[in-house]
DNA sequence: TTGAAAGCGCTAACAG
DNA sequence: CTGTTAGCGCTTTCAA
């Protein structure tokens, strides 16, 4: 039953060469006579040899996996970022490990523990720990990060991100340009940075229009769910002087939001205008479809991955000063449905 | 720049104890004396030492790493399963490396081998190659997996499934105790055993009912995603004696139904009754929420970890035969507004 | 309870 | 182009 492990230098030995060589066969093809070479994988064909990661990864001190690391794989927003992620690693022929923190800072430091022990190629993280503390280890191990989905100004760090400021504005906008002149932001923690952001573009978008800022009435919500969404309705529906437009921060409170006022009986847009936030999948698939700040996800994903290949390079290559950098893209308003109304 | 990466001899060293004192102090903490042991700690505290993973693995032959292959994290489904395969992992002090085939084998095949070269500690796999060739390396390297959402009959391996029959059954016996008499069957691609299965259920479901199997419409799609449900609506409209009720074979192609049939000013429930499958989170989120046959996902993903670590134990300890086991969840009908209208 | 030493399987010089 | 060889950092007997 204990088949031994077929190793490299049973390998070698079977085809008549050094265990040199069948390294060379592998990792640099061209310095091996082709004939050899055949030979070589022939055996190897043959007796289902398969190198050990581990074996390579203790010589060479580096690995073929990059870690991922996000809050919360039900936000199709996030599976969208993985799969970009994923897709580039794949290219680069790397592996991706993709974990979930839960937006806890002790689960996330236990990662972030697990991926240094590994001795990960790189980790993308989007932080849950606003102090940015749990990822300290990587720095003293080396470990190549990059933030994304959260703007960091360390010049110590690269981060991709998406420009929330503007993402509020372009929201709201829409919604003023619509007539709309009480209007409510669903809201979330209010130490994300993201929230702190969009709040201040919807704000801006108000004072650009002449209008005072107690124009946006926020409603933060602890979770930013579709349950979370009900629930605002429930307190949207009490207001005394009730808005008849919404900005909710991600698609999920925008999603439930909708639901809970459809059930209210309150129509969509006519009553009340929505606009999500992240545009996912599931914001065009509902019977009213979601008007959306659209953030490019898998762009996200994609680029992220990039700069922490790239960066993981300078580091095992040349000492070459990586240059770090900060890359913020731009989100777009998806008009649909849900806020077509023209009020006033 | 190239602070050397201090390693378990950095530790001893300092400690003023060998190697093999600092290493039982990790792996046997009962056989050093405490008070060493709390210098040898203060020391790895103090230096920052972390433990290289790629040399225990080289010298224990195992990973601490187990790896979940899903078809397709954009399916909230998936999410779930992964969700309960990750939180049974990490109770059990392991890693879990997400991964996606998108359906394809060859992105199968390809995983796999990054798992066998990984040595990784399991692989949980939601096959996306039907004929479970792709799986092979595994076997031959002794690589413990468990099959998930597929059931094996197989002998040689464990795999955890949900009763797909008795699902499609639960789906259409509700849809003819509304009094439906004409039922379409939105499905997917033939080759999937599940969907062949609940069309085995729907039409048990029917011959009980003492009903023609002339009464199942199928209409067969070949990606099962939102959009291919709006295609499938289109189809169903056009029927010359259109269906007054609709079983998807998942909520994604429900969902897209159901949106294309309120543009199309057809009423659900009314006009048509709706049921999904999976009762992912959005199906109850929309407008008229959806009835679905519930999977126990999360329970899925966490049944099966257990079953791998039980076998990866099995393996790593005696040779006690371990058994493989197959194991078949009950799905549940969970009802909502979808279906609720009665005809006839 | 601790130390010494033998590798785990592979890569990367360096010789030839 | 190919062979030899020295470790990578750790766990684990075996002695002391």
Same mark, same amino acid.
């Given at each position: 039953?204990?088949?031994?492990?077929? +190793?490299?230098?049973?390998?070698?030995?079977? $085809?008549?060469?050094? #265990? +040199?060589?069948?390294?060379?066969?592998?990792?640099?093809?061209?310095?091996?006579?082709?004939?050899?070479? $055949?030979?070589?994988?022939?055996? /190897?064909?043959?007796?289902?040899?398969?190198?050990? *990661?581990?074996?390579?990864?203790?010589?060479?001190?580096?690995?073929?996996?990059?870690?991922?690391? #996000?809050?919360?794989?039900?936000?199709?927003?996030?599976?969208?970022? !993985?799969?970009?992620? *994923?897709? &580039?690693?794949?290219?680069?022929?790397?592996? /991706?490990?993709?974990?979930?923190?839960?937006?806890?800072?002790?689960?996330?430091?236990?990662?972030?523990?697990?991926?240094?022990?590994?001795?990960?190629?790189?980790?993308?993280?989007?932080?849950?720990?606003? &102090?940015?503390?749990?990822?300290?280890?990587?720095? =003293? @191990?080396?470990?190549?990060?990059?933030?994304?989905?959260?703007?960091?100004?360390?010049?110590?760090?690269?981060? #991709?991100?998406?420009?929330?400021?503007?993402?509020?504005?372009?929201?709201?906008?829409?919604?003023?340009?619509?007539?709309?002149?009480?209007?409510?932001?669903?809201?979330?923690?209010?130490?994300?940075?993201?929230?702190?952001?969009?709040?201040?573009?919807?704000?801006?978008?108000?004072?650009?229009?002449?209008?005072?800022? @107690?124009?946006?009435?926020?409603?933060?919500?602890?979770?930013? &769910?579709?349950? $979370?969404?009900?629930?605002?309705?429930?307190?949207?529906?009490?207001?005394?002087?009730?808005? &008849?437009? #919404?900005?909710?921060?991600?698609?999920?409170?925008?999603?439930?939001?909708?639901?809970?006022?459809?059930?209210?009986?309150?129509?969509?847009?006519? *009553?009340?205008?929505?606009?999500?936030?992240?545009?996912?999948?599931?914001?065009?698939?509902? !019977?009213?479809?979601?008007?959306?700040?659209?953030?490019?996800?898998?762009?996200?994903? =994609?680029?992220?991955?990039?700069?922490?290949? !790239?960066?993981?390079?300078?580091?095992?290559? *040349?000492?070459? $000063?990586?240059?770090?950098?900060?890359?913020?893209?731009?989100?777009?308003?998806?008009?649909?449905?849900?806020?077509?109304?023209?009020?006033?």
């Amino acid at each position: 039953m204990a088949k031994k492990t077929v +190793g490299i230098s049973d390998v070698a030995r079977e $085809a008549g060469v050094s #265990v +040199g060589t069948v390294s060379n066969s592998f990792n640099r093809p061209d310095s091996v006579a082709p004939e050899t070479r $055949a030979r070589i994988l022939a055996v /190897v064909e043959r007796l289902g040899y398969v190198r050990s *990661e581990s074996a390579r990864q203790l010589r060479t001190g580096t690995s073929r996996i990059v870690a991922l690391l #996000v809050l919360d794989l039900a936000n199709p927003f996030f599976v969208d970022v !993985a799969n970009g992620a *994923e897709r &580039t690693a794949r290219a680069a022929g790397l592996g /991706v490990m993709v974990c979930t923190s839960a937006q806890s800072p002790s689960d996330e430091a236990d990662y972030i523990g697990l991926f240094t022990e590994q001795q990960v190629r790189g980790v993308l993280v989007i932080p849950a720990d606003p &102090t940015g503390r749990s990822l300290e280890p990587l720095r =003293r @191990q080396g470990i190549p990060y990059v933030v994304v989905d959260r703007l960091v100004e360390d010049a110590e760090v690269c981060s #991709v991100s998406v420009d929330d400021v503007t993402g509020g504005r372009l929201a709201v906008e829409h919604l003023l340009a619509q007539g709309h002149r009480r209007v409510a932001y669903i809201s979330g923690p209010a130490h994300l940075q993201q929230i702190r952001d969009r709040r201040t573009g919807a704000l801006a978008a108000i004072a650009a229009a002449g209008l005072p800022p @107690q124009t946006l009435h926020e409603l933060p919500t602890v979770h930013m &769910t579709i349950a $979370a969404g009900r629930d605002a309705a429930a307190r949207l529906l009490g207001l005394a002087d009730r808005p &008849t437009a #919404v900005f909710c921060a991600n698609d999920l409170l925008a999603l439930g939001l909708e639901q809970a006022l459809y059930a209210a009986g309150v129509k969509v847009p006519e *009553e009340v205008a929505i606009v999500g936030y992240d545009d996912i999948e599931f914001a065009s698939a509902v !019977a009213v479809p979601l008007t959306s700040v659209r953030q490019p996800a898998a762009e996200m994903g =994609r680029l992220a991955t990039q700069m922490l290949l !790239a960066e993981a390079d300078a580091v095992g290559g *040349e000492e070459s $000063a990586h240059a770090h950098q900060t890359v913020v893209l731009q989100p777009e308003l998806v008009v649909r449905t849900s806020s077509l109304h023209r009020v006033g």
